[in-house]
């Protein structure tokens, strides 16, 4: 069941299943099955959940830890690749391309995969994070990652 939750995991809840009402104490039917088999795995902070929904959304449950026997602390985030390229280009002024190539870079992967993803060679790849590095003021991946990670979970 579910004992608690923030009033924004809440509203992200009722996005996803209307009907649901956290006063039940019973999480969102959708959600049962996946998350039950995550946390039967004993799970250790930092096992992740991707749960693939209509639009090209991702519903992803990270669990964070144990707060008290018998209760499991799980964050949830709705991954929308569409929306947070928009709010990297509208925050930083970046092309689309460039906000695109930030948002991969939040996720964490290299060049080459991003080129495959956006089916892009790596150097223009490359040539699109330098603009990016330019418009952000920053000189590493790991620093413009952490302002767009900043950026998409405001």
Do not use: M
């Not at 790849?125 to 952490?146: C, D, I, P, S």
């Amino acid at each position: 069941g579910l004992s608690w939750c923030t009033p924004t995991a809440e509203k992200l809840l009722q996005t996803l299943t209307p009907e649901w009402s956290r006063h039940g104490g019973e999480l969102p039917e959708l959600l049962v099955g996946p998350l039950s088999r995550l946390l039967s795995e004993d799970a250790a902070p930092g096992a992740t959940l991707k749960l693939d929904l209509e639009g090209g959304r991702t519903l992803e449950a990270i669990v964070v830890g144990r707060s008290r026997p018998g209760e499991l602390l799980v964050r949830i985030n709705l991954i929308d690749p569409q929306a947070d390229v928009g709010c990297l280009q509208k925050h930083f002024g970046l092309t689309q391309r460039e906000a695109e190539v930030l948002l991969w870079i939040s996720y964490g992967k290299p060049n080459r995969v991003i080129s495959e993803i956006l089916l892009i060679s790596p150097r223009t790849v490359n040539k699109h994070l330098e603009q990016v590095f330019e418009k952000l003021g920053v000189e590493t991946r790991a620093a413009a990652a952490a302002f767009a990670v900043r950026v998409i979970s405001q």
